[in-house]
Nanobody
């Protein structure tokens, strides 16, 4: 099992920045892919950004150029640097990990991930 705990969510104004962190513990060697997902009330959970153990990244079109995902395998920590925040970025952000290797088309699919953190709230006001 892999345990994930997010931190860094906050309430900020449009155009601001945040850095989210996800601390992983347990069988971290199983985290071949890690990702950030978000879910707003009444909407499906959507993939934001993913990164493989070796640094291959995938981003949702809506966040390209604004969000940067990274991971420090030695520290077992995943990060999401969020810049130029927009009100539509408001959501609960979840850290996820997958023990599987899969193609690029599945990397942003929540169904592909085995482990989830409890989430951290990001709220962006006008």
């Amino acid at each position: 099992q892999v345990q994930l705990v997010e931190s860094g969510g906050d309430s900020v104004q449009s155009g601001g920045s945040l850095r989210l962190s996800c601390a992983a513990s347990g069988a971290t060697s199983s985290s071949n892919y890690m990702g950030w997902f978000r879910q707003a009330p009444g909407k499906e959970r959507e993939g934001v950004a993913t990164i493989s153990r070796y640094g291959t990244t995938t981003y949702a079109d809506s966040v390209k150029g604004r969000f940067t995902i990274s991971r420090d395998n030695a520290k077992n920590t995943l990060y999401l640097q969020i810049n130029s925040l927009k009100p539509e970025d408001t959501a609960m952000y979840y850290c996820a990990a997958s023990s599987r290797w899969f193609g690029s088309t599945s990397r942003l699919s929540a169904l592909a991930y085995n482990y989830w953190g409890p989430g951290t709230q990001v709220t962006v006001s006008s």
